[in-house]
């Protein structure tokens, strides 16, 4: 298979889902870094999260999660993003199922120790 050059496939940091330079009203924050405002969203927050997806606000992109990696590529952190986009602090990036199948491995992981916990104590 030809090589397709630089700038092509995927691959950690090429910087692919960035937002296109000038992108959007940016300032500088107090970290150095760029802000980010709602006029800078591309997508509706309160249609972000659904049942089967949730998509990010400034690039569109749809997931079972965003992924605090994710969010980097924007030059943002969970935080901020959710403060960006009027999400509460405890508001979990992922989708409802996806949320769902997380908290019942976690609730089976528990049962699980506690059973190998008494298991040895019996």
């Known amino acids: 298979m030809p090589d397709a050059g630089p700038g092509h496939g995927r691959r950690r940091g090429s910087g692919q889902g960035r937002l296109a330079a000038g992108h959007g009203r940016q300032r500088p924050g107090a970290g150095g870094g760029l802000r980010l405002t709602a006029a800078d969203l591309v997508f509706n927050p309160a249609e972000a999260i659904t049942d089967n997806t949730i998509t990010c606000c400034l690039c569109g992109k749809a997931a079972c999660s965003l992924t605090s990696r994710h969010l980097a590529n924007h030059g943002i ?30 609730q089976r992981a528990q049962q699980a120790r506690k059973e190998k916990h008494r298991a040895e104590n019996a």
């Open 77 to 106: 952190n969970v935080e901020e993003y959710k403060y960006l986009c009027g999400y509460p602090s405890e508001q979990k990036l992922m989708s409802r199922n996806f949320e769902a199948k997380m908290r019942r491995n976690v």
